[in-house]
C-alpha cells in the first residue's frame, strides 16, 4: 500500500511571497488533516477534511491561509503572504474512516519550508 | 498551561537500557491516548494506541495510562540504536466530536551502542 506523498519535500522563499504545498492521500482515505510542526513542537492540526468537506479548520490563520481538498482527495495548502514564523514543516495526514477517534492517522514526510 | 507538557529532552542512553518517556496533560475529557515515534526528516509513524486508563505491552513497549494523575508513560525494554527517534504523546477524546489529536511536543532520544 502506498503511503502519503507529498510534494516538495522543501521550499525556502521570501517573506511575503506565496508558497503552496501538495497532498496525495492513501487511496480510499476519507479523512485528511494539515498539521504545522515547528521546530522544537508537536504537530499542530491546521485543516481537517472529511472527504471534500472541511469539519475543522479553526487554527487555521485564514488571513494568509488556505487549503482546499478537491473530489475528494488530493489537497493543496497554501501561503500568501508568508511570514518568518510560518518556517516549519507541513504535515499532510490521513485516516480511512471518517471521524473515528480510534483511527490510525497515516503521516506524509512533510514539506520543510524556510522563510528568509 | 498547555494542554500536554513533554519533557524535549534528549535523552541519551546505552544500549540494552530500559526508557521511561512521559507525558501529563490538563484535560479530563481526553479518552484516548497515542505514542508516535517520529525519525529526523520522516512524519510521524503510530507505535501504541491505549483507550482509558490502563497498560498495553507490544513487543519491547509498554504504555500506561493514568487518568486519576493525566500522567501516561511509554517504556521501551532492551533499547536499541535503532529506537533513536523523537517519541510525540498524542492525545483526543475532548470535545468536537473528532479525532482531533493534541501532540506533545517530542521527546528526542538517543541510544548509543
Known amino acids: 500500500e502506498a503511503g502519503v506523498a507529498q510534494s516538495p519535500r522543501y521550499k525556502i522563499i521570501e517573506k511575503r511571497q506565496s508558497v503552496a504545498f501538495w497532498c496525495n492521500p492513501i487511496?480510499?482515505?476519507?479523512?485528511l488533516y494539515w498539521y504545522q510542526q515547528i521546530l522544537g513542537q508537536g504537530p499542530k492540526l491546521l485543516i481537517q477534511?472529511?472527504?471534500?468537506?472541511?469539519?475543522?479548520d479553526s487554527q487555521l490563520p485564514k488571513d494568509r491561509f488556505s487549503a482546499e481538498r478537491l473530489k475528494g482527495v488530493d489537497s493543496t495548502l497554501k501561503i500568501q503572504p508568508a511570514k518568518l514564523e510560518d518556517s516549519a514543516v507541513y504535515l499532510c495526514a490521513s485516516t480511512q474512516l471518517a471521524g473515528a477517534r480510534t483511527d490510525t492517522q497515516y503521516f506524509g514526510p512533510g514539506t520543510r519550508l524556510t522563510v528568509l | 498551561q498547555k494542554e500536554v507538557e513533554q519533557d524535549p529532552g534528549p535523552l541519551s542512553v546505552p544500549e540494552g537500557a530500559i526508557v521511561s518517556l512521559n507525558c501529563t496533560y490538563s484535560?479530563?475529557?481526553?479518552?484516548?491516548f497515542m505514542w508516535y515515534r517520529q525519525y529526523s526528516r520522516k512524519g510521524p509513524e503510530l507505535l501504541m494506541y491505549?483507550?482509558?486508563?490502563g497498560n498495553k505491552e507490544d513487543g519491547r513497549f509498554t504504555a500506561q495510562v493514568d487518568k486519576s494523575s493525566k500522567y501516561i508513560s511509554l517504556f521501551i525494554r532492551d533499547s536499541q540504536p535503532s529506537d533513536s527517534a523523537t517519541y510525540l504523546c498524542?492525545?483526543?477524546?475532548?470535545?468536537?466530536?473528532?479525532?482531533?489529536?493534541?501532540f506533545g511536543a517530542g521527546t528526542r532520544l538517543a541510544v548509543h551502542p
Open positions: 498524542a492525545m483526543t477524546g475532548g470535545t468536537g466530536g473528532y479525532n482531533k489529536l493534541i
Open positions: 477534511f472529511q472527504n471534500n468537506g472541511v469539519v475543522d
Open positions: 484535560n479530563s475529557a481526553f479518552q484516548y
Open positions: 491505549t483507550y482509558s486508563s
Open positions: 487511496s480510499g482515505h476519507a479523512t
